[in-house]
Structures are given as structure tokens and as C-alpha cells.
């Protein structure tokens, strides 16, 4: 991917001033091995509906690793890339979003996940006796963020001080559990420098599941939406990872956290390489506030639905549609 001039380019929106939003922020860092770790993730869920995690005991090997196979893949031929695509909606993605129109400046690689064992989507590329080493660093990162993920919601259930501790993490470890996991890649855009501008890599969006957790190389792109609309850069971390209130979690916990609208600008100079695991729960699991967390005579804000139908709703949305807006009362 590095012709500019084609027609999909011309779908992709610009951003008109690169200093769009502020870039100073004070994005909130969640400190794994200190006391009170819990209460500032809920602080963080609730205001921001995102954070960072440090000390969180994931070898910075495990994602160097992985982040080098997906380099070694992202620098084949694009007809070699594209024996494990088009996205139907797993697979090797180029430009081209979800399955309504949505388009970016980036490349992707997406995983169904399932829990028990641990497996993942087969592709073209992963069957060749060459992806070993892909597999194998892919595998043991699978298993760490899946650690990480369960350690994180029971934290959150501690700060809200809701019994059963894995009343959230329980939803997401589950042998259904709906798992997915994607690789971008955003190519470096030179043009852009002279022009001004960005380009969207990847348009703004809530994630539809309960927590993402990402890890992404230095360089920078990422963008949170704060309450009042403003957009923030996130600076950039290799050795931490950042994550995301999802829809689900802001539904399990009426409005409570925040689930954060957030997107991607191409960088002008360097390409970025992002990771992120999406922790979604079975199917089948009714997704609603945790009668735990409703206050007296508290109403859901939310009507009834299943994480099966709010998938199905969300693959007929466009990516910057408000999702959970059809299920509001
Ligand atoms: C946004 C979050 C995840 O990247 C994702 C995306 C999915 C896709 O790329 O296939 C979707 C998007 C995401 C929400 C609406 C639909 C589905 C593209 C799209 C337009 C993998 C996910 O789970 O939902």
C-alpha cells in the first residue's frame, strides 16, 4: 500500500489542521503495582472512559515480538496480503472498513478469537510452514493480554465495590466469550506534511465490546474524544498499554463508565503499528446494568438486548454511528 493516487484515497476524509485538537494531555495513568490502583481505574472509566496501564506485568518482549511478525507481513507483496483477505469480516484488510463504506489509510489483519483453547481465525498466511514464529508470538500474546484483560475488570468491580469480583471478568474468560483481535498498520503519508492536513487512518468510533486493550509503537495518531466533543492526542507508549471502555461495560454499568469515542490520523513521517485486543462476552449473554451497581430505584437507561443482536446491529452501522443510540429508552 503506498500509491496514493487511487480512487479509495479519495474517499478517506482529511483533516483539515494537523494541530487538530490539543496535544498535551493529561491522559490518566493507572499504576498496576501501587495501592488505590482500582479506585483510580473506575475515576479514569467514568470521566474519560480510558487510561493507561503501567507496571502491568506483560514482558515488553511479548508485544516487540508480535509487533515484528506484523511488520514482516505488512512488507509483503500486496498479492501475497491478499490471499488471506478480503475481511468477511476476518482476514487482511486494505482501506476498506467494516462492510458499509467505511474507509482509512490503513491495512489490517483481523482474528476471531475463542477462549477455550485458545484459538484463532486461520488465513492463508498463518498455514505456511514460514508463520511459525507469527503463531507462536502471536499465541503467547493472546494469553498475556487475556491475563491482563481479567486482571483489569476485577480491579474495576473492587473500585465499585461490587460482589461477585468477577462479575465483569467472568463475561469475557467464558469458554463462548466473543474475542477479537486486530493488527494495523497505518503507513507513513509524506504528502501530508506538505499539505498541511491529515488523513483519517481510522475514523472515530466507540468500540462495541467491554474493554480493548491496546499497545501501539511510538508513533503517534491516536485521539480521544473528551465529553465536550474536543479531541486529545494520546502520546504515544510502546511500554504501556491503553485502554478502552467499550459499549457493553458502559451498559453493564448504566451509564456509569464512559465508553470512549476515539480515532486514528495517518502520521505524516512514520508509520504506526497498533495492537489491540477486544473483549467481548458469549453470544448468548444478556447485557444489561449489574443489578449490583443500580442505585434505589434506579431505571436501566438501556432496553434489553443480547451481546448477538448489538454484533448484529453493529455490522449493519457505519463505523461513526451512534451504536448504542437504537438501544437507549
Ligand atoms: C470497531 C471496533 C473494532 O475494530 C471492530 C470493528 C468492526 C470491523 O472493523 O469489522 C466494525 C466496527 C468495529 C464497528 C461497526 C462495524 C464493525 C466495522 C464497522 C463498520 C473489529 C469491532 O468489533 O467493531
Redo the contacts with the bound molecule.
Keep these: 500500500m503506498v500509491v496514493l493516487a487511487d480512487e479509495v484515497l479519495d474517499q478517506i476524509p482529511l483533516i483539515r489542521s494537523p494541530k487538530h485538537g490539543s496535544n498535551v494531555s493529561d491522559i490518566p495513568v493507572v499504576d498496576l503495582s501501587m495501592p488505590g490502583s482500582a479506585e483510580a481505574l473506575v475515576g479514569a472509566c467514568e470521566e474519560l472512559g480510558f487510561f493507561k496501564v503501567v507496571n502491568h506485568g506483560v514482558p515488553v518482549e511479548l508485544a516487540q515480538r508480535l509487533e515484528a511478525e506484523a511488520i514482516k507481513f505488512f512488507a509483503l507483496p500486496q498479492l501475497d496480503k491478499e490471499k488471506s483477505g478480503p475481511?468477511n469480516?476476518f482476514g487482511y484488510g486494505n482501506k476498506t472498513?467494516?462492510p458499509?463504506g467505511?474507509v482509512g489509510w490503513v491495512e489490517y489483519l483481523?482474528f476471531a478469537i475463542t477462549s477455550a483453547p485458545l484459538s484463532y481465525t486461520s488465513m492463508s498466511f498463518l498455514e505456511e510452514p514460514s508463520a511459525c514464529s507469527f503463531r507462536s508470538a502471536l499465541k503467547e500474546y493472546l494469553l498475556a493480554m487475556r491475563k491482563l484483560a481479567s486482571d483489569l475488570l476485577r480491579l474495576m468491580a473492587e473500585g465499585l465495590k461490587i460482589e461477585p469480583r468477577d462479575a465483569f471478568s467472568r463475561l469475557v474468560m467464558g469458554e463462548q466469550s466473543d474475542g477479537?483481535f486486530?493488527l494495523n498498520h497505518y503507513p507513513k503519508c509524506p504528502i501530508l506534511e506538505k499539505l498541511n492536513c491529515s488523513l483519517t487512518g481510522f475514523g472515530e468510533?466507540t468500540?462495541?465490546?467491554i474493554i480493548s486493550v491496546l499497545r501501539s509503537n511510538s508513533s503517534t495518531g491516536l485521539q480521544i474524544s473528551l465529553k465536550d466533543g474536543s479531541w486529545v492526542a494520546v502520546p504515544p507508549d510502546q511500554e504501556s498499554f491503553f485502554i478502552n471502555v467499550g459499549d457493553a461495560l458502559q451498559v453493564l454499568t448504566n451509564g456509569r463508565f464512559r465508553s470512549v469515542r476515539h480515532r486514528v490520523l495517518a502520521n505524516g513521517l512514520k508509520s504506526r503499528v497498533s495492537m489491540i485486543h477486544?473483549f467481548g462476552p458469549s453470544p448468548a449473554e444478556r447485557i444489561a446494568p449489574l443489578p449490583q451497581l443500580m442505585g434505589e430505584g434506579e431505571q436501566s437507561k438501556y432496553r434489553e438486548f443480547t451481546w448477538g443482536e448489538y454484533k448484529k446491529a453493529?455490522?449493519k452501522?457505519?463505523?461513526s454511528d451512534d451504536r448504542l443510540g437504537q438501544f437507549e429508552k
Design positions: 475481511p469480516p472498513i467494516g458499509n467505511d483481523l477479537i486486530r468510533h468500540d462495541p465490546q477486544f453493529s455490522y452501522s457505519r463505523l
